[in-house]
């Protein structure tokens, strides 16, 4: 009768190790894609698709000039496009009004000496998601503080992203940002891990009152890319505004998305 039981006993137990493992939450499963690298995905290598173009004769003379031509008058007109924006992110901040520029006024949407906003997001599933951001500059430089905190409640697991990045602010009118950022994105959850980070803030307002932000990021961690899109319309009130948006967080098997609500101020 024992050798019975304890066989029953251990097939029992043999049933209950895959079922622990099944109970990992989507912020694990996030993570795990994240930076987790899978053997599986290397077996598509560039040699194993040769084949697949050999004999082709095409010839691309027309294509690679129209494109030599074309990268040309990019390498020639972007570094000059980067320059000016710098120069005239500084000139508005310092300079007085004069015919050419147009000095920033106290909490215009543009070019802030401190901004700082809060959200919270509506994560699919039981997922609480806050996101927080601070940055703070002086003309065409700054720094940005970018925070964003899940937690599960089935699981209990917790998952924090950081991002800090070093911002050159390009203006074009009172109309239009662009920015180049790089720095340092963290993941931790079960553990942690950083990578270099890159983000191109495009921020666009018709109006004083109101406008578009995108801000796009990305890292490349072991196991994948991590991709972060953030789609926001801002209502401006002096310095104070509300914000609504969408998020898109995106490894390249699991996703973290939703739209959010939230305040900001500038200065």
Known sequence: MWPKVHRGAA???LALV?????????LRDFENDVTKKDASEESSRPHDRDGDHRGETHDRSDWDGLWGGLTDNIVTVVPWIVVGGGIYSWERVTAVDTNDVNPRRPNEPLIPFFRAEVSALAVSG?????????????GPVAV???LLSFEE???GDELEIRRICGLYRMSFGRQIEVDLGIGSLTLEGENKTSELAYTVPVLVYPADWWGIEFRPAWAEFEGST?????????????????KAGYRWLQSDHEDLSGPYLGLAYRY
């Open 11 to 13: 097939v029992v137990l």
């Open 18 to 26: 895959p079922c622990g493992r099944m109970d990992a939450g989507v």
């Open 126 to 138: 039981d997922i609480e998601a806050r996101t927080g951001r601070v940055e703070a500059g002086y």
């Open 144 to 146: 940005e503080v970018d």
């Open 153 to 155: 409640g089935a699981t």
């Open 226 to 242: 991590l991709e972060d899109y953030d789609l926001g319309l801002f209502l401006n009130w002096k310095g104070i505004s509300f």
